[in-house]
């Protein structure tokens, strides 16, 4: 499986953006799928995850701001983010796992989400 992230970008607080994680590889839909974001001199953190069952997860800061869902006929998981803060800048990456609760196998390249006050 390979994944190519993208969305990414410079906005201001308040505003959305959506990124995109598009994989190739059979069989994607079976696979959870994380969006991890790297901060500066903070641990890399998971802040939405969906597994192929469609079960989805949050990290408590973003809960009511981001959305994660999959379009398993176009290999792509979405992460849609409003009401960006600050804090929410920083890589995001995305992986993707085979078996749920194992770490992730497979990631992508990583986006930058900058957020200015």
């Known amino acids: 499986v390979q994944l190519q992230a993208s969305g990414g970008g410079l906005v201001q607080a308040g505003d959305s953006l959506r990124l995109s994680c598009a994989a190739s590889?059979?069989?994607?839909?079976?696979?959870?799928v994380g969006w991890l974001r790297q901060a500066p001199a903070k641990d890399r953190e998971v802040v939405a995850a969906i597994a192929g069952n469609g079960a989805v997860d949050y990290l408590g800061s973003v809960k009511g701001r981001f959305t994660i869902s999959r379009d398993n006929a176009k290999n792509t998981v979405y992460l849609q983010m409003t009401g960006l803060k600050p804090e929410d800048t920083g890589v995001y990456y995305c992986?993707?796992?085979?078996?749920?609760?194992?770490?992730?196998?497979?990631w992508g390249q990583g986006t930058q989400v900058t957020v200015s006050s």
């Open positions: 992986a993707a796992r085979s078996t749920e609760g194992r770490p992730y196998d497979y």
């Open positions: 590889g059979r069989a994607f839909s079976r696979y959870g």
